[in-house]
């Protein structure tokens, strides 16, 4: 910050980061006051506080450090609360996004009569009361639980949401909150894209969701523990992608006739063991399937060729055999497009002689240099 003033700028820049991690003083506050002609119109302003510097804090609220009048996407992230605790008004009235990860919510008061995109951190029981202010104007809402706490969110109510994300990594979706989770999303009646990331989660609470959410088209779930058994969302015949993320995956049982894009696994995973791996054949407008370190041998050898898939991704396998590679690939005669990335096992020479078995197939393929897992 101390380098503004000295330096000759020929442009104006749309997009401000500023990060406060020491105190602000001398040149540094010269620098400060150049924003404005450096940055007079900014549509995107990420500001993190990372020192607790009241003055300058205040000062970016109520003085034209940057013009808030033309900010599209705010970034807030701060540590600190206000010594004075007063209550600071911020007014954009242009803002459509916010990410806040900030924990004394109540210090501010908000004005932004177009907000539409939230993602907000949620530490105490005042984030669920800010979010309460806009909760009729939203249309996509993230919400991160930093506590295993849930507070009074499951009594709001987001009827106009299109999109929902919820993380709450280190809680499941219990029995206990199992009647006021329904009733939740019983009152989403617009939503589109679900997204849940959670320790576990209740069977019974999937299947109602389920039921519930008929309209779904884009769905993720994400656990660290149990199994995900997709029996429980096959009301969902309208949804077009799904993303699974769990240790175990059983496929039985289920057909969702829209289903277009299917991922499976992550690599923060050890692993995902499949259960009913011939589930995947009665999918049948899949697209594109994305196996992430999904173990595929011996059960690739129940799979009858199914002629839709015509798109695949296999990655961040720890260990993948090329025979096993070749029996999969041959199971999708209809595939035309194969990305094959960090896949421990597989090097060039391999998907050489995979090209020249299937020369109608375009591979993409990124080697690993290390044997290191």
């Known amino acids: 910050m101390s380098w503004l003033h000295k330096h000759n700028f020929h442009r104006a820049y749309p997009n401000l980061t500023l990060q406060l991690d020491s105190t602000i003083e001398g040149e540094a506050s010269k620098g400060l006051r150049l924003l404005p002609t450096l940055f007079p119109d900014p549509s995107t302003v990420c500001l993190r506080l990372d020192f607790p510097s009241e003055p300058v804090w205040v000062a970016f609220c109520r003085e034209p450090f940057v013009n808030l009048a033309t900010v599209q996407t705010l970034h807030l992230t701060g540590r600190f ?3 004075s605790r007063r209550v600071l008004c911020l007014c954009l009235e242009e803002l459509r996004t916010l990410q806040l990860d900030y924990p004394y919510a109540s210090d501010l008061n908000l004005v932004a009569p177009k907000l539409s995109r939230l993602h907000l951190h949620v530490l105490l029981n005042e984030h669920i009361d800010f979010l309460q202010r806009f909760i009729d104007q939203l249309r996509s809402l993230t919400v991160v639980f930093d506590a295993k706490e849930s507070y009074n969110f499951y009594s709001l109510q987001p009827v106009g949401l299109y999109e929902l994300v919820i993380d709450r990594r280190d809680k499941g979706m219990t029995k206990s909150e ?6 939740f999303f019983k009152r989403l009646h617009q939503l589109r894209r679900l997204e849940l990331r959670v320790k576990f989660i209740d069977s019974v609470v999937l299947h109602t969701i389920a039921d519930r959410l008929g309209q779904l088209l884009h769905l993720s779930l994400q656990v660290t523990e149990g199994t995900i058994e997709l029996k429980h ?10 993303r699974i993320v769990a240790g175990r995956v059983n496929l039985q049982h289920v057909h969702l006739p829209a289903l277009r894009s ?7 995973l050890p692993g995902t063991y499949l259960e009913g791996i011939e ?3 009665a999918f049948h407008r899949l697209c594109s399937l994305t196996l992430i370190n999904v173990k595929i ?16 991704v296999l990655a961040h396998y720890r260990r993948i055999d090329e025979t096993h590679l070749q029996i999969l690939v041959k199971r999708f005669p209809a595939l035309r497009w194969l990305r094959i990335s960090h896949c421990h096992g597989l090097y060039k020479r391999e998907i050489d002689k995979l090209k020249r078995m299937l020369p109608d197939l375009a591979v993409a393929f990124d080697e690993v240099k290390s044997d290191r897992i």
Request: charged share 20%; net charge negative.
């Open 178 to 183: 199992r009647n006021a989770s329904i009733a």
């Open 233 to 242: 969302i096959a009301n969902l015949t309208r949804l077009e992608t799904l």
């Open 262 to 268: 299917f991922e499976l696994g992550s690599d923060e």
């Open 279 to 281: 589930g995947l054949m």
């Open 81 to 83: 609360r206000l010594a």
């Open 297 to 312: 041998y011996p059960e690739v050898l129940q799979l009858t060729p199914t002629y839709s898939v015509e798109r695949m």
